[in-house]
DNA sequence: CCCCTAACGGAACAGGAGTCCCGTTATGAG
DNA sequence: CTCATAACGGGACTCCTGTTCCGTTAGGGG
């Protein structure tokens, strides 16, 4: 992200840049969720952070660029996941996190902001794909464990059906077609579950 | 889409206006595929069309009220689906279908910038929503068609089958995780099988 | 075929996003 | 504590996106 890599002196990332770096990321998103990715200006993020409109521009850049910072700052506070017991109570586990996390006004809006980001720039796109792999490898364990049990199919790729879980979720959020409540949650966990007990995921 | 509408006198929709939406349309595609919807400059759009940048602005505004227009035009050409006979052939037609489109790099470019544009605005999200609502309305058929047959419970929503077909296909055009090649398609469309048969999507 | 005017086109204009320059602050090594 | 310098901040400057003005072209009713 930063445009040119310091070679010949020491890095300092001690108390000031770190402060910086805080309140600009926080800035950025409360922001984006306002605003949205196309109204998006720097000078503004930077007004906001308390912080010069240079400093935004040298460290990050670019919208896109900030948004990729973004996202690994996000992948990095990732909530543990909570154990039902069952395969289909941990999947609807994770629908409603998903579910809930999309519905909120602010986080719903940052993420339609992020995901634009990523569509407008290869690096944002491969920033916003570790943050999914990050919360995937996080949720893949609990299917991993019905593999044991018995309840799926050895072999099964616990990844794929993660991923099947939030994809109808996101589905809604950018393409409609229902409200995004509850019921959906639930649908999708169920439909990523039949699907994994009839073998579909079996690699 | 069109900043102010015309009260007084006549609409003219007639030779010349209808022959510069067409110059516009395709030259804001083939723009949108190329740059991207965060570097697409309306100037550049109609110096490609070989129309004048003031009849852009003063018809469509800005680029999320071209995209609007555009996903109008695209629903207007929607394909006709073909006819296996079977539940799941006719969803692996689908699923295939929107497999090689999201896999073509104009098409796919298209549908990223497409998708950007519409979580920046709510107009052009509109136009997104009905523009898959022309295409799951066209394909939901084949459903009611199994449930007629028997192959799916009574009730089972047909339009909730076909969008879980295409789902996955999106999260990976979006979130990556996995190539998006024929067996992503097939994995798709027998995922939203096995749900439909399990009774997930009865309303 | 004629005329009114909807719609288009060129060019000048204005505003704002992003860059550059240089002085100031404060980090962290010695 | 001191000093070299990494990192920040303010303000002037540039360029590009979007607007406005007005003259020109062509659709379609009479």
Redesign the pocket.
Known sequence: MSPEA?E??????????AR?RTAVLRAAGDTLAERGFAHL???DVAHRA??????V???W???TGLVADLLVDMAEQSLPRTETGSLLGDLKANARLVQRTLSDPRQGALFKAIIAAATCDPRTAEALHRFYDTRIREWAPCVQQAVDRGELPRGTDAHEVVRAVSAPLYYSLLAGGGPLDEAAADRAAQAAAAAARAGVYVR
Chains 1, 2 share one sequence.
């Open positions: 310091p010949p002196g020491t890095v300092r990332p001690g108390g000031r840049t910086v200006d720097l000078a308390g912080v010069g409109k240079t400093t521009y040298r460290r850049g670019t919208v």
